[in-house]
C-alpha cells in the first residue's frame, strides 16, 4: 500500500454519515431471518441471505466463462436483488402471479431499509434495484438467469420433494436462462438432474403401490 492509500484509508469518516452507512447494515442483517421455500441439504430451513450469497458466490466461479462482463456490477445486483425481502418476506414463485404487486412493494420495502442511508449512497442502490427489476442491461439479465439457475440448484440439494414440486423447477425460469448461451448450456445440466429426481420419486411411488 502506497503513503497516498494509507492516506486515504486513515481519512475519518463524517460520524452522521458512518452512523447512517451502519445503521443500514444492521437493518439488513433481517435478510439472514428470511425464510424461503427451499432448504439446505440437511433439510434446514434456507434463508434469502444465504441464497444471495451463493448466487454471488456463482459470478465468482463462472467469472472466465462470463467474458466481457462488467463482474462488479453483476455482483453488486445479485446481492441486493432481494434484499427488499427482508421486510416483507419470500413469496415462493409457484405462488406468484401477475399483478401481484410483488415488484412494487419490495421495491417500497427497500427504499425502507434505505432511509437511514446517505442520499447518494441511498440512490446508488436504488438504482441498482431498478437496473435488476427492469432487466433490460446485459449485467441484470444474466443476474436473473443465475437467480433462476442458483434456486434450481439448491432444490437439487435438498431432501426431495414431490414430483410436482421439481416438476415445476423443468419451466422455472425458462425465459431467463435461455438469454444466453452458457446459461442455456448450466440449464441443461440443471434439468437433467432434476428429471433424474423425479425418475427416482416416480420409481418410489411405484414400489409403494405393489
Request: aromatic fraction near 6%; charge should be negative.
Amino acid at each position: 500500500m502506497t503513503q497516498t492509500d494509507t492516506a486515504s484509508v486513515a481519512m475519518e469518516a463524517d460520524n452522521m454519515r458512518l452512523s447512517g452507512l451502519l445503521d443500514f447494515l444492521q437493518a439488513a442483517e433481517q435478510l439472514k431471518d428470511t425464510l424461503r421455500s427451499g432448504s439446505t441439504r440437511k433439510g434446514r430451513k434456507e434463508s434469502t441471505a444465504e441464497h444471495s450469497w451463493r448466487l454471488a458466490f456463482m459470478i465468482l466461479v463462472f467469472e472466465k466463462e462470463l467474458g466481457e462482463v462488467d463482474i462488479p456490477k453483476l455482483l453488486k445486483l445479485c446481492l441486493i436483488h432481494d434484499l427488499g425481502e427482508a421486510i416483507s418476506g419470500d413469496i415462493p414463485a409457484p405462488e406468484q402471479t401477475p399483478g401481484d404487486d410483488r415488484q412494487d412493494r419490495e421495491r417500497r420495502d427497500f427504499q425502507e431499509l434505505c432511509a437511514p442511508l446517505p442520499a447518494d449512497t441511498a440512490q446508488d442502490l436504488l438504482s441498482l434495484w431498478d437496473e435488476y427489476a427492469g432487466a433490460q442491461t446485459l449485467e441484470a439479465r444474466l443476474a436473473k438467469a443465475f437467480d433462476k439457475l442458483e434456486t434450481m440448484l439448491q432444490h437439487q440439494l435438498m431432501p426431495p420433494r414431490s414430483v410436482i414440486f421439481h416438476d415445476f423447477n423443468l419451466s422455472y425460469g425458462r425465459s431467463h436462462t435461455d438469454g444466453f448461451p452458457l446459461t442455456r448450456q448450466i440449464r441443461a445440466f440443471v434439468d437433467a438432474r432434476t428429471r433424474e429426481i423425479i425418475a427416482g420419486l416416480e420409481n418410489e411411488q411405484s414400489n409403494q403401490a405393489c
